[in-house]
C-alpha cells in the first residue's frame, strides 16, 4: 500500500530550499524518487522570468494553486508541457503542493519572447472519462480505472486519495501510472 502524499508534506517541508530558475523566492523540495518530488510552493511566489526547459515537465497539483502562462490548476489538476514550451510566467498566488517531475534532466532556458508557443495540457484527473486501456497524458503516463500489471515498476499515484508508491501492480481506483521509459 502507498504512502499518502499529505504524509510525505512534512518530508516536503524538511527538504532543502530550492530557487527554482526565474523565480522570486525558494520553495521547498523533497525528492521521491529519481523521477519524482514534491514541491511546495509559497504563497505568493512567482516566477516573471519567461523561457523553457529541455525536457518535458508533468506535475499534479495536490494543494492550492499553481498559475503557468496564463492557465490555472487547481487540486486534482495533472499539467503536462512538452520541452521547448515557452513559459510567459508563473504564480503560486495562495502557494501550492506540486507532485511534480521531468521526463530528463531539465536545464531552464530563459528567453526575451512573450508569448506561449508550446501546447500544454490540463486534466481533470478525477472526472475525466478514462477509454478502455487507459488515457495516455504523456508520453511516460497513462491514468486507469481498471488495474494492470506493468513490465517494470512504476510511480502509481492514486486519484483522491492520493497515494504513491512504486509498484509493478497497480491498486484499485484510479490511477496515474508514471512509468520510467
Known amino acids: 500500500m502507498g504512502t499518502t502524499l499529505v504524509d510525505l508534506l512534512d518530508a516536503a517541508l ?14 521547498r523540495l523533497a525528492r521521491l524518487s529519481d523521477s519524482a518530488s514534491l514541491l511546495r ?14 525536457a518535458g515537465e508533468e506535475f499534479v497539483v495536490l494543494g492550492g494553486e499553481l498559475q503557468i502562462s496564463g492557465v490555472s490548476y487547481l487540486p486534482g489538476h495533472h499539467g503536462w508541457l512538452p520541452a521547448g514550451a515557452l513559459r510567459h510566467s508563473g504564480a503560486a498566488p495562495v502557494g501550492a503542493l506540486v507532485l511534480c517531475g521531468f521526463a530528463a534532466n531539465s536545464v531552464w532556458v530563459p528567453s526575451d519572447l512573450d508569448e506561449p508557443d508550446g501546447p500544454s495540457q490540463r486534466t481533470p484527473l478525477a472526472s475525466v472519462v478514462i477509454p478502455a486501456g487507459g488515457l ?6 497513462v491514468l486507469h480505472d481498471t488495474p494492470v500489471i506493468v513490465p517494470h515498476p ?10 504513491w508508491e512504486r509498484s509493478p501492480l497497480m491498486p484499485e481506483g484510479r490511477v496515474l501510472v508514471r512509468c520510467e521509459s
Open 136 to 141: 495516455r497524458l504523456t508520453p511516460r503516463s
Open 14 to 27: 524538511l527538504g532543502g530550499e530550492v530557487l527554482i530558475p526565474g523565480a522570486t523566492v525558494p520553495a
Open 154 to 163: 512504476a510511480e502509481m499515484i492514486t486519484v483522491g486519495s492520493w497515494t
Open 41 to 54: 510552493l509559497p504563497p505568493g511566489w512567482t516566477r516573471p522570468q519567461h523561457g523553457h526547459h529541455l
